[in-house]
């Protein structure tokens, strides 16, 4: 049942992807020098720490805002839960560069921001708050936040109702509830969130570039260059290929400990 | 139930084969039809614009061959065009050293100097494999209202003295052209830039990195950040804020001094499907009263001096190769940059990381 979809992704996905990545290691012979050569790159190390350190911080962001919004999309009625979850999509569908120069905007001397703060008294003069890592975060996790909700809400409505009204009926006031049933019966949907949104974060390449300043240089940012301009594709795949062993690692992790099936929203027995 | 789904299911699939059927007959009969069409591959935006006019309208009154400008100009994708021997482009733009790079890498072939005038263009404009369709140049643009004539740095050196000339610096986060306005504002004279002692560059870019505010990536963002005040000197291609100031745009000043003069070149893929037509709209592009028109709408123009005189005034002013301009100006050494593009990106990579 599943061939059709498994030739497809060999065909299209794997084989091209594999290709690319054995760059990496023959060129066309055997050879080990693109790893030598990375293992020697000082800027691979910084770049690889401020990879997963932005992207540690966007998912913490993401669930700490992302996880009362989807509590309370499950207490809307059916209506307004559907046009909120709409909001949520559209907004993954407009396109990444148009948002991220509206963060310029908005963040920039002239923006928003600095004009409000300037206005209530908070800052004597007008300030750029581009450049640095607070503006790679925030639009960053606007950008991801719907990744890390939408877990969460499905999660949540998969709950046995019949969990809580027995909570209920034997006396748990509404925080009790939440706190010893729907709390614990949420976490494997976060769980979920959480992952999608720290390996979607650790190959963005958009937003560090115009967004970032020096200390925000992130792994795709060299990929691209290696690819784009130097065309040394071999040491672009063994960039990527650490990249993707990388994120190989946390899926094992998350699978060690929440089992896989979690990320298609499978059954949770 | 089940047999009205079924007869809704027939319906919808008798609809979409049908659709499907008119879309490919809709393909088939205009193919028939119509002439041929090339493809042109340039930077796309206001390039593609000022192409159009400048060349694909006039190549197909001359031909009747359609030019289709396609963007952007990426040695990599032509690169693996070349490999996988599917070549969309018939005319590749080249930009900087990536035409050596393309030319090392056997990606496009030899002009056929039958059909391509080379005889009036300048030395440093053509070779056998590409001719200049664009001199272009990285230059240092400033916000005019807020800093006037007064305090702005003129030259690099000046540009690195942010004590003297207090202000928010942006740099492009690359190595080409920074390594060489490092050198120009460490003292050394223009003509013995190349080849460029990394050592030195890295050492007088130490001392301008902590007042650079902004390490640019993308072509918009100087002129955007001069005009939102986000910056008040940076390097730029000078393209750009060409394009704002004959939009009407007066508040962006360009200082040519020390600049460097760079080459966007176009070239035939080899393995092209049209090579006849692509060399002749080659030889068109540098024809002088199409790159004159070409540099009306960019101010890149091509190495025939010719070109030059068919310029309206208001862009003399911004065309490098106005004698007055390119003699303040650098010429970005290609060679150099092919032999050392890599060592000198490894080397920025660090150094901008830490």
Not at chain 1, 37 to 64: C, K, M, P, W, Y
Not at chain 2, 84 to 105: P, T
Not at chain 2, 326 to 341: F, G, I, P, Y
Request: proline share 5%; with cysteine; aromatic share 10%.
């Amino acid at each position: 049942m599943a061939a059709p979809a498994v030739i497809f992704l060999a065909g299209l996905f794997v084989l091209p992807v594999g290709q690319f990545l054995l760059g990496s290691l023959f060129d066309p012979a055997f050879t080990l020098k693109h790893y030598e050569r990375l293992a020697e790159s000082r800027a691979f190390l910084v770049v690889i720490e401020n990879t997963v350190r932005i992207s540690a911080t966007v998912t913490l962001a993401s669930l700490l805002l992302g996880y009362p919004v989807a509590f309370r999309i499950t207490t809307f009625n059916p209506r307004l839960a559907a046009l909120t979850l709409l909001a949520l999509v559209l907004s993954v569908w407009i396109s990444l560069l148009v948002r991220n120069y509206a963060w310029m905007v908005l963040l920039g001397r002239e923006g928003l921001l600095s004009a409000g703060l300037l206005r209530f008294g908070l800052i004597d003069q007008k300030q750029s708050f581009l450049y640095n890592e607070f503006a790679v975060i925030l639009a960053m996790t606007h950008v991801l936040l719907p990744f890390m909700v939408i877990p969460i809400v499905a999660a949540m409505r998969s709950i046995d109702p019949s969990l809580i009204r027995a909570a209920e009926g034997m006396g748990a006031r509404p925080l009790a509830v939440l706190r010893r049933v729907v709390f614990p019966l949420s976490l494997p949907g976060a769980a979920t969130g959480c992952v999608l949104v720290f390996i979607l974060a650790l190959g963005f390449f958009v937003t560090p570039a115009i967004i970032g300043g020096r200390g925000q240089i992130m792994v795709a940012m060299l990929i691209e260059g290696e690819v784009n301009e130097q065309l040394n594709w071999g040491y672009a795949a063994a960039y990527a290929t650490t990249l993707l062993v990388l994120t190989l690692a946390i899926f094992a992790v998350f699978h060690r400990r929440f089992g896989m099936q979690r990320l298609w929203g499978g059954a949770t027995k | 139930m089940a047999s009205s789904d079924r007869r809704d299911r027939r319906e919808f699939l008798k609809a979409t084969a049908g659709a499907v059927a008119l879309t490919a007959m809709g393909k088939a009969v205009p193919a028939i039809a119509q002439s041929k069409t090339i493809v042109f591959n340039d930077s796309g935006g206001a390039s593609a614009e000022a192409g159009k006019v400048a060349f694909g309208d006039p190549f197909e009154a001359q031909t009747g061959v359609k030019v289709k400008i396609t963007a952007p100009a990426q040695v990599a994708k032509l690169k693996a065009m070349v490999q996988a021997r599917n070549v969309e482009w018939d005319v590749a733009e080249l930009v900087s050293q990536e035409h050596r790079l393309a030319i090392r890498e056997g990606l496009i072939q030899k002009l056929d100097k039958t059909v391509v005038d080379v005889s009036h263009l300048t030395p440093d404009s053509h070779d056998d494999y590409s001719v200049v369709f664009g001199f272009y140049s990285t230059a240092m643009g400033y916000n005019r209202q807020k800093t006037g004539d007064g305090k702005r740095p003129k030259n690099w050196q000046e540009f690195w003295d942010a004590k003297a000339f207090p202000g928010r610096r942006a740099l492009r986060n690359h190595p080409v052209d920074n390594l060489e306005f490092a050198l120009l504002a460490d003292g050394v004279p223009a003509d013995k830039i190349y080849p460029i002692d990394l050592d030195r560059a890295f050492k007088s870019l130490d001392r301008i990195k902590q007042h650079v505010a902004v390490w640019w990536k993308d072509g918009a963002q100087p002129a955007q950040m001069l005009l939102d005040g986000e910056v008040d000197f940076t390097s730029g291609w000078h393209g750009r804020f060409f394009a704002l100031a004959m939009a009407g745009e007066k508040r962006i000043g360009v200082e040519w001094t020390g600049g460097m003069l760079k080459r966007s070149w176009v070239g035939v893929p080899v393995g092209a499907p049209n090579p006849k037509e692509a060399m002749q709209l080659i030889a068109l592009m540098v024809q002088p009263k199409n790159s004159a028109k070409y540099a009306e709408g960019i101010s890149y123009i091509c190495g025939d001096p010719r070109a030059y005189d068919y310029l309206p005034d208001k862009v003399k002013e911004w065309v490098v190769t106005n004698p007055s301009i390119k003699s303040r100006m650098v010429l970005a050494d290609e060679d150099w940059w092919l032999e050392n593009a890599e060592r000198a990106q490894q080397r920025w990579n660090d150094w901008i990381a830490s």
